[in-house]
């Protein structure tokens, strides 16, 4: 036979697949009409493990087994996925526990920071809140999370990402743990400064503070000073801060120009990070459940089946809604080892019909789920 004909036999039955899901779609339809009037779920495990058993039953060998099964699961996702447009439809997916706000309140609101002053969470928190609200500084991030817990701010704000170094993984593992909610966010950009005590040179430099961070986004610079002693601080402006006190000639500390303003420190080279393009993305974060008119992106945070195409799966609710996803990140989950729970940007409001119904599949497939801001 020909390869001409076999692909025309292709064809044929290629047509004939296509004309049966159409049929099987239209089916789905009516099953959730039928859900709805009822008050049934979409998703029932139970029934669609039944049914990929008995689909694979009689396969002819392995392969076909488990062609047969990818098959008839991805078709029973799209199914799911046709449910719910239709549930959308008829306004029976309800809209989310999110409240939506005019604006963020500013004045009077109490604001915390990791760090101290000079830090560039204190810049991007004056930035954000256009110094109209109180800001005060706690030692660390989980601290800043239990400010708002425990009722002594109003906002938290905590930086997620760097351009050049990357996430902020305690921060992802934060939002992960406390009942926290992204409002808003910060691109902060950053122009790492060394700096040391008047009457420094940089010849004379044997020891360097920072945060690691910042260590890693001048390491180009710092490779051309192999000499010198690296050591790590909380926060940028803890190392300008111990560097001012020291009074030792011999440290220098990498942190912001504001930094070196406020604790009378003398610039020895400006812009010394290798990425001139460097920023850093802070979140502003709340403990209520409320985003602003007009948010236009969503972070999510997912835990989903340790089994195989559990993660494409989920990706495929973004594809049929159209959204268009612009970030994931992968974090372990403790206790559990080489199992991962995923945390998702995509574009959209929690008001878009397309994000209800993706959020409303992702809950039905994912192990668990949290809505971690619309902003």
């Known amino acids: 036979m020909q390869l001409d004909e076999c692909r025309k036999k292709i064809d044929v039955i290629d047509d004939k697949i296509r004309k049966l899901l159409e049929d099987r779609l239209d089916v789905s339809a009516e099953v959730a009409q039928f859900k709805a009037a009822n008050d049934l779920p979409v998703y029932v495990p139970e029934r669609e493990k039944e049914k990929l058993k008995a689909l694979t039953a009689d396969a002819g060998s392995r392969f076909d087994e488990l062609a ?5 699961s991805q078709i029973m996702a799209i199914s799911r996925k046709k449910q719910y447009q239709v549930l959308e439809a008829d306004n029976r997916i309800t809209g989310s526990s999110f409240e939506e706000v005019e604006s963020l309140f500013f004045d009077g609101m109490r604001i915390c920071y990791q760090g101290a002053e000079g830090s560039y ?4 928190s004056a930035s954000f809140f256009e110094d109209r609200g109180s800001l005060f500084h706690v030692d660390t991030f ?19 990402e760097n351009s050049t170094a990357g996430s902020i993984r305690e921060n992802y593992d934060l939002l992960s743990r406390f009942e926290n909610y992204i409002v808003g966010e910060k691109i902060l950009n950053v122009r790492q400064c060394l700096m040391a005590k008047e009457g420094a040179d940089i010849d004379g430099i044997r020891t360097v503070y920072s945060h690691p961070q910042s260590l890693m986004q001048c390491e180009r610079f ?22 001012a006190a020291d009074n030792d000639l011999s440290q220098a500390a990498i942190a912001s120009a504001r930094a070196a303003k406020l604790y009378g420190l003398h610039i020895l080279q400006e812009e010394i990070n290798h990425e001139k393009n460097n920023a850093t993305r802070f979140i502003i974060v709340s403990g209520r459940k409320i985003f602003v008119k007009g948010a236009g992106k969503i972070s999510i945070m997912l835990e989903i089946p340790h089994t195989s195409g559990s993660l494409y799966g989920i990706l495929s609710h973004f594809i049929y809604n159209g959204l268009n996803m612009t970030r994931i990140e992968s974090r372990p989950i403790e206790d559990r080892a080489f199992e991962y729970c995923f945390f998702i940007d995509f574009e959209g409001s929690l008001n878009d019909a397309s994000v209800r119904n993706a959020l409303r599949g992702l809950r039905d497939d994912a192990r668990s789920m949290k809505v971690l801001g619309n902003y």
């Open 68 to 72: 047969l099964r990818e098959l008839f």
């Open 142 to 160: 989980k601290d800043a999370m239990a400010a708002i817990e425990e009722g002594l701010a109003d906002y938290a704000v905590l930086p997620l």
């Open 121 to 124: 969470s204190e810049e991007a």
């Open 222 to 243: 710092l490779g051309g000073h192999p000499g010198w002693r690296q050591v790590s601080m909380k926060n940028n402006a803890y190392a300008a801060a111990k560097v």
